[in-house]
């Protein structure tokens, strides 16, 4: 049996409850903050809500939603295949996928963040290839034995992609 993911008004409607249970008032705007965050996901906007439960002023507008360290880390994993191509970067990367497979995180979600971080970065022109590649190393992982094997063989691909897309530029005007 399969459940649809809830949507906008049924998320609002239990983070409502939610937050009443827990004793404070939730405001309408922060709590489409919070929906927009978590994507659809009604688990990972609820322990949103319960880190934001513990800052003192809900109302502020700048308020920042806390994501969890895992996800922060894989961003921090993107930003280092983007920020240098080098062999040495592939072990670096390889150690922190490392660390989040130790921590239980799966590592089809670790590619999937990954790979969204670094579509959110690059050129319009190597996004289609960054997320066709992530989709064949996604199934290769699935039938595969050794996971990291896979994840690694992603970020050396995106990183030859990204490369060659910087070298095959005309850089004529630049002179």
Request: aromatic residues 8%.
């Amino acid at each position: 049996m399969r459940v649809a993911a809830p949507n906008r008004v049924e998320m609002q409607t239990v983070m409502q409850h939610v937050s009443k249970r827990a004793g404070f008032d939730l405001p309408p705007e922060v709590a489409d903050k919070i929906i927009d965050d978590s994507a659809g996901n009604l688990r990972k906007a609820i322990l949103c809500l319960e880190a934001l439960k513990m800052q003192p002023d809900l109302t502020n507008s700048s308020l920042a939603i806390a994501k969890p360290d895992w996800e922060s880390y894989c961003h921090k994993v993107a930003d280092l295949i983007l920020s240098e191509q080098t062999p040495a970067r592939v072990m670096e990367v390889r150690q922190k996928f490392y660390e989040l497979l130790s921590h239980c995180i799966p590592p089809t979600v670790i590619l999937k963040t990954v790979a969204d971080r670094v579509v959110e970065k690059v050129d319009e022109q190597i996004k289609a290839d960054v997320i066709h590649w992530a989709a064949i190393y996604e199934t290769r992982m699935r039938i595969g034995s050794k996971k990291i094997y896979h994840l690694e063989a992603w970020v050396i691909k995106v990183m030859s992609i990204y490369k060659h897309f910087f070298y095959d530029m005309d850089l004529s005007g630049f002179d």
